[in-house]
């Protein structure tokens, strides 16, 4: 779903002070389900982010190093969603329908996704 594209480099490890998604700096408990936390929760975009649609994907540009970002469709819904101030987990019942996948795999790539988008300083939990 996010895949770095004209030469971006992914970044490394966290650094002092960089957010990290709810499932990184949430204490879990036996039973407790890291992947709903994460979709349940709410997200902002960062300022460093700008966004532009093309065709039915989405670009995305992190003004701080430059890197550019892609999103395919799913991520692009994922990326609007988050934009409109939505938990991640509103857009998983429109995807089940229209996509041939269960919830487990979808709400697992979502939360993939956010880690990634989070990792690389495009959003930080709200």
Not at 17 to 37: C, D, K, L, M
Not at 114 to 120: C, G, H, I
């Amino acid at each position: 779903m996010l895949r770095n594209v004209w030469g971006g480099t992914p970044i490394g490890p966290a650094r002092p002070g960089q957010v990290r998604p709810p499932a990184a700096i949430h204490t879990f408990y036996p039973g407790e389900n890291i992947v709903s936390n994460a979709l349940e929760a709410r997200w902002r975009i960062s300022e460093q982010a700008i966004a532009n649609s093309v065709a039915d994907e989405t670009v995305i540009l992190h003004l701080g190093n430059g890197t550019y970002f892609g999103l395919d469709p799913i991520g692009a819904r994922l990326w609007e969603a988050l934009k409109a101030g939505e938990a991640p987990v509103m857009i998983c019942d429109t995807v089940l329908a229209e996509y041939e996948v269960d919830r487990a795999t979808l709400e697992a790539d979502l939360c993939s996704l956010l880690e990634k988008l989070a990792s690389n300083d495009l959003v930080e939990p709200a």
